[in-house]
């Protein structure tokens, strides 16, 4: 158990941005996220996939700014069939570490990390970035015609039951306007 989770932090330092030497300045940073990086977090969520990052890092004496886009797939399991399948991913966030006394998370897209941090780790937000993305029901794109459907009859039957000329509570409702 010890040696995995030694094998995790290792897959997981892939994804970190070493801050020292770095100026004041832009910066391109590129990651691959493989089932590796997702076996290292350990999550039943996400498990497979093959994604690329590209992080745009402008650092100042205040802060860093990111511009993270994340571009590929993920293997989800279908809710109906149990079926894998590939759910492309294509998303861009903008993420602000302000450099201050401790670390604190202030609001989404704005962090403040400790000073003297010597790295930016950023595998939890690649994760969390794209499990937003996921949809919460997983359906196989063969099914994709018929999820339309499915809900277009769920909203006439809440429609259809919810004015029901035949419920008396309409009637007494009417004989009450009525008045």
Same mark, same amino acid.
């Given at each position: 158990?010890?040696?995995?989770? =030694?094998?995790?932090?290792?897959?997981?330092?892939?994804?970190?941005?070493?801050?020292?030497?770095?100026?004041?300045?832009?910066?391109?940073?590129?990651?691959?996220?493989?089932?590796?990086?997702?076996?290292?977090?350990?999550?039943?969520? @996400?498990?497979?996939?093959?994604?690329? $990052? %590209?992080?745009? @890092?402008? +650092?100042?004496?205040?802060?860093?700014? *990111?511009?993270?886009?994340? +571009?590929?797939? !993920?293997?989800?399991?279908?809710?109906?069939? *149990?079926?894998?399948?590939?759910? /492309?991913? &294509? @998303?861009?966030?903008? *993420?602000?570490?302000?450099?201050?006394?401790? %670390?604190?998370?202030?609001?989404?897209?704005?962090?403040? =990390?400790?000073?003297?941090?010597?790295? !930016?780790?950023?595998?939890?937000?690649?994760?969390?970035?794209?499990?937003?993305?996921?949809?919460? +029901? +997983? @359906?196989? /794109?063969?099914?994709?015609?018929? !999820?339309?459907?499915?809900?277009? $009859?769920?909203?006439?039957? !809440?429609?259809?039951?919810?004015?029901? /000329?035949? &419920? %008396?509570?309409?009637?007494?409702?009417?004989?009450?306007?009525?008045?």
């Amino acid at each position: 158990m010890t040696c995995a989770k =030694i094998y995790d932090m290792n897959v997981l330092e892939r994804y970190k941005i070493d801050l020292l030497g770095l100026k004041n300045e832009a910066y391109t940073f590129d990651f691959i996220l493989e089932e590796a990086f997702f076996q290292a977090l350990q999550t039943d969520l @996400l498990e497979k996939g093959t994604l690329h $990052a %590209e992080v745009q @890092l402008r +650092k100042s004496e205040l802060m860093l700014q *990111l511009e993270i886009h994340i +571009k590929g797939f !993920v293997e989800l399991i279908c809710d109906r069939s *149990l079926e894998p399948f590939d759910y /492309p991913i &294509d @998303l861009t966030e903008r *993420l602000i570490l302000q450099f201050g006394d401790k %670390e604190e998370s202030l609001d989404d897209g704005l962090d403040i =990390i400790p000073r003297n941090a010597n790295t !930016v780790p950023l595998a939890q937000y690649f994760y969390e970035y794209i499990a937003m993305e996921i949809p919460f +029901k +997983k @359906l196989h /794109p063969q099914f994709a015609d018929e !999820v339309d459907e499915d809900e277009e $009859a769920d909203v006439k039957l !809440v429609y259809s039951s919810s004015t029901d /000329p035949t &419920d %008396e509570r309409w009637e007494a409702l009417k004989k009450i306007s009525d008045n």
